[in-house]
């Protein structure tokens, strides 16, 4: 028996560390702007990190990355996830090298769980003005 897991979290970030007695997530550089200084670019690293509740059973699990402008779908991950029951919380992290952003705009991170879309997040990427907005990094 299948249900539509509740997402609690859904989060763009630098890196996910998970500590290895615990097993808490540390989430490091939370972001949802990049800039960049020509198009197409390559973000070198990130890391989508999700966690859900409210589901049973096994069910795949879908990360999906399109481009707002024309829906085109440029990344697909897809695997399974296993929630014990409904008071189950399941973390998952993606951790993504190279990702290809085409053009200026803005783009979306989709998590299908059981066919269902259970969240999305956006994510902005901008070309550098011809001066850095005071404050963000040369990488970023």
């Given at each position: 028996m299948s249900a539509?897991?509740?997402?609690?979290v859904m989060a763009l970030c630098d890196m996910a560390l998970q500590e290895a007695?615990?097993?808490?997530f540390s989430l490091i550089?939370?972001?949802?702007?990049?800039?960049?200084?020509?198009?197409?670019?390559?973000?070198p690293f990130m890391t989508v990190f999700a966690s859900?509740?409210?589901?049973?059973?096994?069910?795949?699990?879908?990360?999906?990355?399109?481009?707002?402008?024309d829906m085109n779908v440029?990344?697909?991950?897809?695997?399974?996830?296993?929630?014990?029951?409904?008071?189950?919380?399941?973390?998952?992290k993606y951790d993504l090298h190279n990702v290809r952003f085409p053009r200026e705009g803005?783009?979306?991170f989709e998590l299908w769980v059981g066919g269902h879309i259970v969240g999305r997040r956006r994510l902005d990427v901008r070309r550098f003005p011809a001066k850095?907005?005071?404050?963000?990094?040369?990488?970023r």
């Open positions: 539509k897991p509740e997402l609690l007695g615990t097993g808490k550089g939370t972001f949802n702007r990049l800039w960049a200084g020509q198009f197409p670019c390559v973000h859900l509740t409210e589901g049973r059973g096994e069910q795949p699990i879908e990360l999906r990355m399109l481009s707002d402008g440029l990344i697909r991950i897809e695997g399974r996830i296993r929630f014990s029951g409904p008071m189950d919380v399941v973390e998952v803005a783009y979306s850095p907005p005071e404050g963000v990094p040369e990488d």
